[in-house]
Nanobody
C-alpha cells in the first residue's frame, strides 16, 4: 500500500476556488487509478473524480465543468482543482490510490463552502 496525505482544504465562499493536493509516499506511476472522493455529514462517501494511468479522467455529474483532476508523476502528487464552488460541495475530501489490487486512502481534508 501507499501512504497518502491530502492538503489544501479550507473555508471558501460560494463561487470561490480551492486546489487540493494528495502527496503519495512512493511513485504513483504504477497506480491504475488515483481518485478523489468526498463524504458530507450523514451521507455516503461518493466518487468525485478519477484519473487513470493512461491520463484519462472521469467525473461525477455534479462536478463536471467545475472540477479538474490532474497528476504530476514526478512529484507523486495528484491535484483536484475546484472552481465555482457551491455549498453542496461541503464535505471531507479523500484521496484514493488503487494499484489493481490494493486500495489506499488518505486521512481527508475538510472543504467548507459558506458565506
Amino acid at each position: 500500500q501507499v501512504q497518502l496525505v491530502e492538503s489544501g482544504g479550507g473555508l471558501v465562499q460560494p463561487g470561490g476556488s480551492l486546489r487540493l493536493s494528495c502527496a503519495a509516499s512512493r511513485s504513483i506511476f504504477s497506480m491504475y487509478t488515483m481518485g478523489w472522493y468526498r463524504q458530507a455529514p450523514e451521507k455516503q462517501r461518493e466518487l468525485v473524480a478519477t484519473i487513470f494511468n493512461s491520463g484519462s479522467t472521469n467525473y461525477a455529474e455534479s462536478v463536471k465543468g467545475r472540477f479538474t483532476i490532474s497528476r504530476e508523476n514526478a512529484k507523486n502528487t495528484v491535484y483536484l482543482q475546484m472552481n465555482s464552488l457551491k455549498p453542496e460541495d461541503t464535505a471531507v475530501y479523500y484521496c484514493n490510490a488503487w494499484d489493481g489490487g490494493a486500495s489506499s486512502w488518505g486521512q481527508g481534508t475538510q472543504v467548507t463552502v459558506s458565506s
